[in-house]
C-alpha cells in the first residue's frame, strides 16, 4: 500500500527536478532577448527623438520578421528530442543541421525582400518624415543580421532538444554584453549614429549564431553526424514548421487586433493597453520557459517509447503551470499599485489600467494551463492540431475583442475578451491532451 504512492512521489520529483534544470535557464534566455532592444533603445534614445522613433518602428518590423520564423526552434526541439529519447544522437544532430540550413535559407530570403522595400515597409508602419531615414537606415543595415538571428532560433532549439538551456542562456548574456558594448563604441565612439547601432546589433547576432555553430558542428564531429545540406531534410523540417507558422501567425493576429481595438478606445486606454501588454509580455516569459522544458521532455519520452512517462510528464507539468500561474496573479494583484507608476504618470492612464490588470492576474492560472500544454503540444509534434486550435481561437476572439468599443466597453472588457482567447486555448488543448491522440511513441512522428 505505501510502495504504490513512494514510488509516485519519487516520480514526482524526478519531474519536478527535470522541469526546474530546463526551465530555469530557459527563463533567463528569453528574458535576455528583449534586452537587446532595451539597450539600443537607451543608447539611441540620447541621441535626439527622431532617432528613437526611427528605432521603434524599424524593431517592430525587425521583431515581427523574426518571430514569425520562431517554429525553427519548436520544431527543431521537438524533433531533435525524439531522436535524443530513441538513443541516436547522429541523427539527432542530423535533423538539427537541417534545421540551421533552412534557417540560412529563410534568413537569405527576407534579406532579399526588406532591404529593398525598407522604404516601403517603413512607411507602412506609419513613420514621421523626421523618422523615417533613420528607420530605413537602421532596418536595412539590421535586415543583414536576420540569417544569424534565424540560425541562433535553429541552433536554440538543438540544444533543447539535447537538454541543454545552459549554453542558450550563456550565450544570450554574452551576446547581450557585446550588444550593448558595440552600440556604445560604434554609437557614440565612432561617430555613427544609429547606423552604428544597427551594426553593433549585427556584429552581435553573428558571434551569437558563431557559438552556436562552433556547439552544434563539435557534436556532429563527435557522433558522425554529416553537416552538409540535405534537401529531404531541409524540406521535412519546412513541412513540420508550417502548422506553427499558422499558429504563430494566428497569436499574432489576435494581438493586432487588440491593440487596434485599444487604440479606437482612446489615447489613455491606448497607453494603458501597452504597458499591460509589455507586463502580459514578462508574465509569459515566465511560462514559456516551463512550457519549453515541456518540449523537451515530452520528446524525449516519446522518442524513447515511453507514453506513460510522457502522461506523467504532461500532468506535472500542467500543475507546475496552475502554481506559477497563481502565483503570478497574487504577485500582480499586489505589485500593481507600484507597477504602474514606473510607466506613467498620468492619473487617467493608471485607473484605466488598474481594473483591467486585475483581469490579467485572474487569468494567468488559465495562461499557465496553456502555456504547458502548448509546449506539451509541440514536443509530441502535434503542429497540426496546434494550427487548428489556434484558427478557431482566432475566429472567436475576432468579434468579441471588435464588440468592445461597439457596446461601450473599455479597456477591462478588452481584456477580459483576451482572457476568454486564452480560455478558448485552454478547452482546445486540455480536449486534446485528455485525448491520448498527441502520443505518437518513435524516433519520428
Known sequence: MTQAPAASQAARRRHDREIVALAVPAFGALVAEPLFVMADSAIIGHLGTAQLAGLGVASALLTTAVSIFVFLAYATTAAVARRVGAGDQQAAIRQGMDGIWLALLLGAAVIAIVVPAAPS???????????????????????????????????????????????PLYVAIAGFIANAALNVVLVYGAGLGIAGSAWGTVIAQCGMAAVYLAVVVRGARKHGASLRPDASGIRACAQAGVPLLVRTLSLRGILMIATAVAARLGDADIAAHQIILSLWSLLAFALDSIAIAG?????????????????????RMVEWGIAVGIALGLLVIIT???????????????????????VVALSQPICGIV??????????????????????????????????????????????????MMAVRMLTLWQRSRSGRWIVTGATR
Open 371 to 420: 502555456f504547458v500544454l502548448d509546449g506539451v503540444l509541440m514536443g509530441a509534434g502535434d503542429g497540426p492540431y496546434l494550427a487548428w486550435a489556434m484558427l478557431v481561437t482566432l475566429a472567436v476572439f475576432t468579434p468579441a475583442a471588435l464588440l468592445v468599443p461597439a457596446l461601450g466597453g473599455g479597456l477591462t472588457a478588452l481584456w477580459g475578451a483576451m482572457t476568454l
Open 121 to 167: 515597409l517603413v512607411e507602412l508602419f506609419g513613420a514621421s518624415d523626421t523618422a523615417e531615414p533613420y528607420a530605413i537606415t537602421y532596418l536595412r543595415i539590421s535586415a543583414l543580421g536576420i540569417p544569424a538571428m534565424l540560425v541562433v532560433l535553429a541552433a536554440t532549439g538543438v540544444l533543447r532538444g539535447l537538454q541543454d538551456t545552459k549554453t
Open 295 to 315: 518540449q523537451a521532455i515530452i520528446g524525449r519520452y516519446l522518442g524513447a517509447n515511453d507514453a506513460q512517462g510522457a502522461r506523467d510528464a504532461c500532468r
Open 336 to 358: 500593481r499599485p507600484l507597477f504602474l507608476p514606473l510607466f506613467t504618470s498620468d492619473s487617467v492612464v493608471k485607473d484605466t489600467a488598474l481594473p483591467a490588470l486585475v
